[in-house]
């Protein structure tokens, strides 16, 4: 194929996390960006181009999945390129600002973009005038990568950064330099809501608050919008300076009925894939339900004690093989083996099988209008219930449950929701797992609880202002005074 003078980008989605990978090449030769841990499918990906990988590059050492550059370019005998400042225990070449290397046609080009992580690194890629940007967790469409994953001292100092990096790209590229970010799909790595799946660093500048808006108040405005991230991550970034093993994706030990049993006995996790309504229906006492969808894996691994073994369940073994992979790319190798839903999966005596009421917004108003006082949980994040929450419920978001059980009445029924169900289902789930033998969960959307009458609240006052944020233990912390802004390199 002919593609000289043009920087040819082939993404490689992971819906499940809100991510983007990418090859990036000229016809002949590639570079591999940001490459999520199963990296087979970026090896499929350069096959069916006729491609050779040279270089894989990061952006930043991720906090929302382990990466497999490394193992990619071991492999592959690439030049394994990522940000310097790091104290690494593997080979790879550490680039500073401004440092580059030929791929084939193609000019590649570091920029330091702090302010996602402070040694965080944009890729600009060029071949003669055409021009193409790699920006990680530093410019994404119409907004910028979360400033507080490092550390709570650092965020007010990132929050500056991510506003002076955002301008720096602005400057050093033209507006028809198209932008590929690695978060922003759906990542709890973005900072707000993005826009647009494609974009240029032309159109950022007309929507992208880091470019439009002057600095304190854009940093102010971000600030005020970050919610609590995910505990898992806490996991992601050291695993990624270390240099994870590689990656092991063999089907999983076949397990049967008496054997999840048992595990179930002994504290490990059943986690059943199937979904909500079927898992309601019956399923093994013990299991606990992550439908195998969404951000199936970003709810799992927030509230799974770290290092606790698996056992999946699941209704086809595809559905076994796709969970394993969402499972892998967070670390998460502890997998003991998994059962495909069948007649045989199902013991006969019906104490065998556990049942999950599910109600609706308008059934739980019902309840209530008949006089009933049920207690009431939303397991929504903090955002969510500042913007409002159903009259007298109590707050316990879905990744505290676990430390908060004692706050939750054994007597009556307890009635648990989200925003759509599928928390509420995990919830509910984990629940009667520990031994709560009344829980009903609210299936359906939350804008249906005032459609049924049910009573909204908003809070006079937020549980945090502006300056607080939240951080993967749980906690607000108070971060540094923001008086002085911090210039990005």
């Keep these: ?83 310097a400042g790091f104290d690494i225990q593997f080979e790879a070449t550490q680039v500073n ?36 940007v790699f920006t990680g967790g530093s410019l994404l469409y119409g907004s910028v990568g979360r400033p507080d994953l490092v550390s709570p001292d650092l965020t007010v100092q990132q929050a500056h950064d991510q506003w002076h990096s955002a301008h720096k790209l602005a400057a050093k590229l033209s507006d028809d330099a198209e932008v590929f970010p690695t978060h922003g799909f759906g990542s709890f790595c973005s900072a707000t809501q993005t ?34 991230f995910p505990a898992y991550y806490a996991h992601m970034g050291p695993a990624n300076v270390a240099g994870p093993p590689d990656v092991d994706l063999s089907t999983p030990v076949p397990v049967d009925r008496d054997e999840i049993l048992a595990r179930a006995r002994r504290g490990e996790w059943i986690v059943d894939l199937r979904s909500r309504e079927v898992f309601a229906a019956g399923h093994l006492p013990g299991s606990l339900n992550f439908q195998l969808t969404g951000s199936f894996i970003n709810y799992l691994a927030w509230m799974l004690p770290w290092g606790t073994p698996i056992t999946l369940v699941g209704a086809t073994p595809e559905q076994i093989e796709e969970a394993q992979r969402e499972l892998v790319r967070v670390g998460i190798d502890q997998l003991q083996g998994a059962a495909i839903d069948a007649p045989g999966l199902w013991a006969n005596d019906p104490a065998d099988v556990v049942t999950l009421p599910r109600v609706t917004f308008a059934d739980l108003a019902a309840q209530i209008s008949q006089g009933q006082s049920p207690v009431v949980i939303d397991t929504r994040q903090i955002l969510e219930w500042e913007a409002g929450h159903v009259e007298g419920a109590r707050f316990i978001p879905f990744y505290e449950v676990a430390d908060r059980l004692a706050e939750i009445p054994r007597a009556g029924a307890v009635y648990v929701y989200c925003g759509s169900g599928y928390r509420a289902a995990a919830v509910t789930s984990l629940l009667q797992r520990e031994g709560f033998a009344n829980v009903v969960l609210v299936d359906d959307m939350f804008a249906h609880a005032a459609q049924a009458g049910l009573g909204i609240e908003v809070p006079d006052k937020p549980r945090r202002e502006p300056g607080w944020t939240w951080t993967a233990s749980r906690a607000a912390v108070r971060s540094q005074d923001s008086a002085a802004p911090h210039s990005a390199s």
């Design 1 to 83: 194929m002919s593609t000289a003078g043009t920087p040819h980008v082939l993404t490689l989605e992971s819906a499940g996390l809100g991510d983007r990978s990418y090859v990036v090449h000229d016809g002949r030769v590639a570079v591999v960006v940001d490459p999520q841990r199963d990296i087979d499918r970026v090896e499929h990906l350069l096959a069916e181009h006729g491609l050779r990988a040279t270089h894989v590059v990061e952006t930043h050492f991720h906090n929302d999945y382990v990466t497999g550059g490394l193992e990619f370019a071991r492999k592959h005998s690439a030049t394994y390129v990522v940000p």
């Design 97 to 132: 600002d401004g440092d580059g290397f030929d791929v084939g046609d193609m000019r590649v080009e570091a920029i330091h973009t702090p302010g996602h992580t402070p040694n965080h690194m944009s890729y600009a890629v060029s071949v003669g005038d055409n021009q193409v």
């Design 195 to 228: 826009q647009g799946v494609s974009s240029t660093i032309g159109r950022e500048r007309i929507i992208n608050p880091a470019l439009t808006e002057e600095e304190e108040a854009f940093v102010q405005t971000m600030l005020a919008g970050l919610d609590v």
